[in-house]
């Protein structure tokens, strides 16, 4: 796990009230989940990442600036808040959706010219790089997931993007018609992930997952899921410019 980022030593107690970013002071804990001011935010956010560390995951080398102390290849990790989940996961599914990201091999040497809703037009965007033979077109899976503590069996508040590309989308293919073969909403189910050990036609290993039904969802964890849904889930897919976070 990653180190907390140093407060300033100009930070003190003369500007805020506390700079521990995770726990609400007295005053405001009465007004928890409130959250006056966000009205308008609805789906207007980018929720972090669930990322299954590859051997060229960035998120490993130490020189990098996505680098995740004490992650390792087959880890599950949050690309936001750092957290290593370890080999597995358990999660309800919130949503789902198919995006086109144009992309550039590491080894012609890389690049991101974004996501698109339609394959056509990730396809114009590739034809337009120069030059285009080097680009792709990757259709990915986009699976929308709230993470629950097997431990403490709380759900997280805030939810994850779980990309499924090239060799994981016969597994994504496969997740979803297991998930609509239980009927009921989506997120009526806990799932787990399992990374798993696989190796391609040239002999190189690298990580895939397996999902496995787990069990019906506790009506708290259903309700919290319906409200993520609800805030998160049906928001078509933006077009976007930025790097790829691996």
Known sequence: MSKAAAVPAE??????????????????????????????????????????????????????????????????????????????????????????????????????????????????????????????????????LVVKDPKTGELETTPVVMEFESSKLPKSRAWNTTIGMKGGDRFACLWKLQAIHQTNKAGATFQNLDCSYVGWAHETDYLAAEQMYELFGPAPAPVVLTPAIQ
């Open 11 to 144: 930070v003190s107690n003369n500007l805020v009230a506390s700079t521990d970013s995770k726990t609400l002071p007295a005053h405001l804990q009465a007004v928890e989940g409130v959250g006056r001011g966000n009205e308008n935010v609805g789906g207007a956010m980018e929720p972090p990442r669930l990322l299954l560390v590859q051997q060229m995951s960035k998120c490993i080398d130490p020189h990098h600036g996505n680098y995740i102390k004490g992650s390792e290849v087959g880890d599950f990790v949050n690309s936001i808040t750092k957290k290593i989940y370890g080999n597995a996961v358990y999660a309800l599914s919130l949503s789902f959706r198919t995006v086109y990201q144009v992309k550039r091999d590491f080894n012609e040497g890389g690049g991101y010219k974004g996501k698109f809703v339609l394959e056509s037009e990730a396809n114009e965007v590739r034809n337009n790089q120069p030059p285009h033979e080097k680009w792709e077109v990757k259709e990915t899976h986009e699976h929308l």
